[in-house]
């Protein structure tokens, strides 16, 4: 359906701009429809675990936006660089750092999804200031929001503490969709190394039954 169809009605003189409405009319059909989409999108299942899916690759790139030392060298020419999977060559200021994502996701029924999201980073990235990292994560999980139209999320509670013996973040975050509320996430990452671990449940109400059964089940292996 276009935005004509949406906005009926005859074409009136607009005062505040020399367009008619009827010239405006597709324009807000479109606001319109992403509006809806949006909505609809954050209240299927397939949308939520969509939505965590963006909302984690933005947190992992928040966390590798540290400001980098005084002494580092500002680049003067640009290098070309082609991907070694042969995805795409491009010129870069800097030679690129390569950042590793893997997501995985269980949808037992249409009110919660279970995700695991692991972010492998490149030792040329500094993540020695693990409180600052995951102080990132937390800021890029609620701004991740935005990706779905009218969407905001809410921090309802961040602390630090420590998961198996690494420095870690646990917050709890509700996202409303057009001012209403469709989607709660309790979400505990924490940094081992080089690699950035995100565990989260996500739920339509803020109970989480079995969130704590996910966490302590969560071992990391290989380290």
């Known amino acids: 359906m276009t935005g004509a169809t949406l906005l009926s009605g005859p074409?009136?003189?607009?005062?505040?701009?020399s367009r008619t409405p009827s010239s405006l009319e597709p324009e807000r059909g479109r606001r319109v429809a992403m509006r809806k989409n949006?909505?609809?999108?954050?209240k299927s299942i397939p949308g939520l675990a969509i939505l965590l899916l963006a909302l984690g690759a933005f947190s992992v790139i928040t966390a590798a936006l540290?400001?980098?030392?005084?002494s580092a060298a500002q680049a003067t020419d640009w290098?070309?660089?082609?991907?070694?999977?042969?995805?795409?060559?491009?010129?870069?200021?800097?030679?690129?750092?390569?950042?590793?994502?893997?997501?995985?996701?269980?949808q037992p029924n249409t009110d919660?999804?279970?995700?695991?999201?692991?972010?492998?980073?490149p030792n040329s990235v500094d993540l020695s200031n693990s409180?600052?990292?995951?102080?990132?994560?937390?800021?890029?999980?609620?701004?991740?929001?935005?990706?779905?139209?009218?969407?905001?999320?809410?921090?309802?509670?961040?602390?630090?503490?420590?998961?198996?013996?690494y420095p870690a973040v646990d917050y709890k975050v509700n996202y409303t969709v057009n001012n209403a509320t469709v989607?709660?996430?309790?979400?505990?990452?924490?940094?081992?190394?080089?690699?950035?671990?995100?565990i989260?449940?996500?739920e339509r109400t803020d109970a989480f039954p079995n969130f704590d059964r996910f966490v302590d089940s969560f071992q990391v292996i290989g380290q």
């Open 79 to 106: 290098t070309a660089y082609t991907s070694p999977a042969g995805h795409f060559k491009a010129s870069f200021p800097t030679p690129p750092s390569e950042i590793s994502i893997t997501t995985y996701t269980s």
């Open 11 to 17: 074409p009136v003189r607009d005062s505040r701009s």
């Open 38 to 42: 949006g909505l609809r999108l954050a």
């Open 183 to 198: 989607l709660y996430s309790r979400v505990k990452s924490f940094l081992v190394g080089h690699t950035l671990y995100t």
């Open 200 to 202: 989260a449940n996500s």
């Open 112 to 121: 919660e999804v279970y995700v695991v999201s692991v972010a492998t980073f």
């Open 131 to 165: 409180k600052t990292i995951l102080d990132n994560v937390v800021t890029g999980y609620l701004k991740g929001a935005s990706l779905v139209p009218g969407a905001q999320g809410s921090l309802i509670s961040s602390s630090h503490s420590t998961f198996r013996g």
């Open 66 to 70: 540290v400001t980098p030392s005084a």
